[in-house]
């Protein structure tokens, strides 16, 4: 007697509620930031927030200093729309991989604006506590934004030719 073979996939662990409402939480903030909604996008947040752009070096703690580097980020890309690709939750911390697309409509780093719009992937890594975020840390390349709004660099007085 023969006995079919069967293949079973390996079940797939189920999230703690933990990590499913943390997840739940990222959804929600890249959604209030994709709308443009200071305050939203701040009921994410936990009063001591530590948000850091590794790009720029730029560390803010609270939300008053979140809330004005928003402003400064929407001024310069005010269509910013992020959209996740993948995301993961581990205990309090979730990673999510998102693409942001956005228009280079105001200043930006002291570049006026191009009108250039610009496609960026990025990674943030998002600590939760209790139901709100404690920490971010997004990391994208800051010289490919720079090269899609077409702004020319140098270095010495030097053009600076940035491979496409």
Not at 50 to 56: D, K
């Amino acid at each position: 007697m023969t006995r079919a073979k069967v293949k079973m996939a390996a079940p797939k662990p189920r999230l703690a509620p933990e990590e499913q409402a943390n997840i739940e939480l990222a959804y929600e903030h890249f959604a209030a930031e994709s709308a443009h909604d200071t305050a939203r996008t701040l009921a994410t947040l936990a009063d001591d927030i530590m948000y850091r752009v590794v790009a720029s070096g730029a560390i803010v703690h609270g939300k008053e200093a979140v809330s004005k580097y928003y402003d400064v980020w929407w001024t310069a890309f005010p269509d910013v729309n992020i959209e996740i690709k993948r995301i993961v939750a581990a205990g309090e911390w979730v990673i999510a991989e998102n693409v942001a697309t956005a228009t280079h409509l105001g200043p930006w780093l002291g570049i006026p604006p191009t009108g250039k719009r610009t496609v960026q992937n990025l990674c943030a890594v998002i600590r939760c506590r209790n139901g709100l975020m404690i920490e971010e840390t997004v990391y994208y390349d800051q010289l490919e934004r720079i090269r899609q709004i077409g702004e020319v660099l140098e270095l010495d007085g030097r053009k600076l030719n940035i491979p496409r």
